[in-house]
């Protein structure tokens, strides 16, 4: 019976937690890294969906339930949704009888404009390489305060309650810039109507 | 009088033999895998491993009671569509294997699994088989808080109670359509892309209602944990979300305090989150607690009144959008037989095949108990308790308690605060089943411009009026939360 609870208190321990915590993390990683490795842009918008799916594992395990789930909600059916517009904008076909050929595209190229297109190759890996750092040393700075108080078991309750009084405002804000942005996209998509003159000036 | 009443019998037959053939089952397994087994194990050598065992089983009651029931009841449900939608079109219907084709669906469903498994050339293998697998799991694990709210939150069950629970069922129902696109894509068959483009333009729309109408209830109820909103609405039709989500519950009170039926003392939310205010006296009569409920006389019944009618116009919401989320008709356009030669599934074959059919039946079983948690009170009994209080059931209910108590008290084998719960969920939800099928038998299929237009000209903005309308009707009335 000892031994049991012994159990028990392992699995519920920091060490358990630790682990889940590593093994998420990897599989989060590797996934991310299937993401931009796969040469088929419709098969990497799926696994982008188990990338955020790893990722609200992470939520799970800090207790944050409700951003969890919405990371499943919101992820799932958006990333579907780009899944589908990529599906529309790309040609399949294409893509399997495309033949790879790398090393010779820059060989007309003089050597400045060879070097130029070298660095602009070298941008997302130098901007990933920075932000990277910046993340890395903003996490393992001295000024977070740790705080021992137990998670609120009811923290959708806590989430309301903050963003309907402390953080009432951000909310409102970020709320405008939605529909900002949803009426900027309705007047983009909108189909214009042709002006007479120039469609009879086109005849 | 009624020229098919012998059609409708044999249905009813088939209707009961399948429903013991369901959940007896399921309760056996259930109990054996939650009582049974680790009793014996505690009882026999209460050793580390034993015990850890023990607690397993127990904690794994909910998904093995599960995992017995989705294939039973599928089975079921595909008959039982057959049957009655053969009765609403006056044909017969499978009627050659088994008495009255009782067993239709199980040599069915036997055929398919031996029948061979097909992966058509071009095709992208690994996401094709695993389509059928996500849309599968999300309506095994969606439905777990639901057994919690529907056992009256039974020990065994409670592991499954999550206080954002109507959330994750949400967040769950929203994953089949990942699965449907990729089904489609992965085909390598323009139909089937098509019907995988159609299920994802129609799920992101039609989502938007059903989750509006189910957050209005959320709102109704004062809580996201199924478990709380199916307690809430304890006590007859009348606590009901489907009735203004405890509107009349005043008028309930009201009339148990005028037949004096002893009742616990009631206390509104506002005076109970003030403590230094004096306790009130409970009410002693009919008036006196018809103005604790409706303080703003005139108003406060009007207002009654509207949240009544919004509670219909809610149910009606979801029913609408859980119709077109599941794929049924008249919302089937991802896989239209007659456009798209059955869409995202028309190069699936076997086993692949039968876990997409499952999976669909499941659906609607899910979206039906969701409904019956959310408005129809759970496994509450539709008769209110002064009007049960009246009639004459003491004798049947000793006798059945004189016969049915070695089970209750020797084997745990009836639990009596669940069993009646159980009873009513399963007539409601195939109640809602039933509609399902009857819409089906009824309505023709749309086209897919009118499914946009009567999703987001007339369902969003009804939705969206119906949410501010209770937000507003429900200060002048004391609800439920």
């Known amino acids: ?203 | 009088m009624i020229p098919n009443a012998p059609e409708i019998g044999k249905l009813l037959f088939i209707i009961c033999f399948w429903i013991c053939a369901i959940f007896l089952p399921v309760w056996l397994v259930s109990w054996a895998v939650g009582v049974l087994l680790p009793m014996l194990l505690e009882q026999g050598s209460p050793s580390m491993a034993m015990t850890a065992t023990a607690e397993t089983l127990r904690a794994l009651t909910p998904i093995i009671s599960v995992m017995v029931f989705i294939p039973i009841n599928a089975m079921f449900m595909v008959l039982y569509e057959r049957r009655a939608l053969a009765l609403f079109t006056v044909r017969l219907g499978p009627n050659r294997v088994g008495p009255d084709g009782l067993l239709q669906t199980a040599a069915d469903a036997v055929k398919l699994l031996f029948k061979e498994d097909i992966t058509p050339r071009g095709a992208d293998a690994f996401m094709f088989t695993l389509a059928p697998i996500i849309f599968f799991a999300p309506s095994i694990f969606g439905a777990l808080p639901l057994l919690a709210a529907i056992t009256n939150n039974h020990s065994l069950y409670q592991i499954t109670n999550l206080p954002t629970g109507i959330f994750y069922i949400l967040a769950a129902a929203s994953l089949p359509v990942v699965a449907l696109v990729m089904a489609g894509w992965s085909s390598n068959n323009k139909y089937s892309l098509v019907g995988g483009l159609r299920a994802a333009a129609q799920a992101i729309s039609y989502e938007i209602p059903l989750v509006l109408s189910l957050v209005t209830v959320c709102l109704m109820a004062g809580s996201l944990d199924v478990v709380k909103i199916a307690q809430q609405q304890d006590g007859g039709i009348l606590n009901w979300n489907i009735a203004g989500g405890g509107a009349l519950r005043g008028l309930d009170k009201a009339i148990q305090t005028k037949l004096g039926v002893e009742t616990t003392p009631l206390i509104t939310p506002q005076q109970s989150s003030d403590p230094t205010e004096t306790p009130v006296a409970a009410p002693t009569t009919f008036e006196e607690v018809i103005h604790q409920y409706y303080p703003f006389e005139f108003l406060s019944y009007i207002s009654a009144g509207v949240l009544i009618f919004c509670s219909f116009i809610l149910l009606g919401l979801y029913l609408t959008g859980a119709c077109a989320e599941i794929n049924r008709i008249p919302f089937d356009l991802p896989e239209a037989e007659s456009e798209l030669v059955s869409g995202y599934n028309t190069e699936y074959s076997g086993i692949k095949f039968a876990i997409f059919f499952l999976a669909e039946f499941t659906n609607l079983f899910i979206v039906s108990s969701i409904a019956t948690v959310m408005f129809l009170g759970g496994g509450d009994n539709p008769i209110p308790q002064w009007l049960l209080n009246k009639m004459p059931l003491e004798p049947i209910q000793k006798s059945l308690g004189a016969i049915l108590s070695p089970f209750i008290n020797g084997l745990h084998l009836i639990d009596p605060d669940t069993f009646w719960a159980a009873f009513w969920v399963i007539f409601k939800v195939y109640t809602f089943v039933f509609i399902a099928i009857l819409i089906r038998g009824t309505l023709p299929r749309f086209r897919i411009d009118q499914l946009m237009d009567f999703g987001w000209k007339r369902l969003v903005p009804l939705s969206l009026i119906a949410f501010l309308v209770v937000v507003f009707a429900r200060v002048l009335v004391v609800c439920h939360g």
């Open chain 1, 1 to 203: 019976m000892d031994q049991y609870m012994i159990l028990k208190d392992y699995v519920s321990s920091a060490d358990a937690e630790t682990a889940l915590f590593y093994v998420i993390a990897i599989l989060a990683i590797s996934l991310s890294v299937g993401v931009i490795s796969d040469r088929n842009i419709i098969r990497s918008g799926f696994i982008l969906i188990g990338v955020f799916g790893a990722i609200s594992g992470l939520f799970l395990m800090l207790q944050a339930q409700f951003l969890a789930l919405a990371q499943v909600m919101i992820y799932a059916v958006g990333i579907t949704l780009v899944v589908v517009i990529a599906l529309m904008l790309t040609n399949p076909r294409s893509e399997r009888e495309a033949v790879i050929t790398e090393g010779d595209e820059f060989s007309q190229e003089t050597g400045a404009v060879q070097f130029i297109q070298r660095l602009q190759q070298g941008t997302p890996a130098f901007v990933a390489v920075f932000s990277f750092f910046t993340i890395y040393l903003a996490i393992r700075s001295e000024s977070w305060t740790p705080v021992t108080e137990k998670v609120s078991t009811d923290n959708v309750k806590v989430l309301g309650e903050a963003l309907t009084t402390v953080y009432s405002l951000p909310f409102e804000f970020a709320s405008v810039l939605l529909l900002a942005a949803l009426i900027g996209a309705i007047m983009l998509a909108k189909a214009e109507k042709r002006q007479p003159a120039i469609e009879s000036a086109e005849d």
